[in-house]
């Protein structure tokens, strides 16, 4: 069975800088392209970046594009999500997924619970 969990949400000020952990278990990690999605209360989810299985090649939002890094550890099974320069419309949950490197949800097989981040002005 797959699970991602994800981990580092919290409360930053405008300005700040948080890191977003998905550990991952349950399926052959460095096979899976993974993706960061967030969504904001009454908006669609949306895409963040996705970084290819080996860590080769990464994309961006462009709502992100300069603020975010997505890096992973294959050998821990975990990908994060490095975001800098915070601002209030990045609150949302964040979610991690398994799949094929897309911007689509579609094209992802397995999903995280998310995690809740919160940037006040």
């Known amino acids: 069975q797959v699970h991602l969990v994800e981990s580092g949400g919290g409360l930053v000020q405008a300005g700040g800088s948080l890191r977003l952990s998905c550990a991952a278990s349950?399926?052959?990690?460095?096979?899976?392209?993974m993706g960061w999605f967030r969504q904001a209360p009454g908006k669609e989810r949306e895409f963040v970046g996705v970084i290819s299985g080996i860590g080769a090649s990464t994309s961006y939002a462009a709502s992100v594009k300069g603020r975010c890094t997505i890096s992973r550890d294959n050998a821990k099974n975990t990908v994060f999500l490095g975001m800098n320069n915070l601002k209030p419309e990045d609150t949302a949950v964040y979610y991690c997924?398994?799949?094929?490197?897309?911007?689509?949800?579609?094209?992802?097989?397995?999903w995280g619970q998310g995690t809740q981040v919160t940037v006040s002005s």
């Open positions: 349950g399926l052959t990690f460095n096979t899976y392209a």
């Open positions: 997924a398994a799949g094929t490197y897309s911007y689509y949800s579609k094209s992802y097989d397995y």
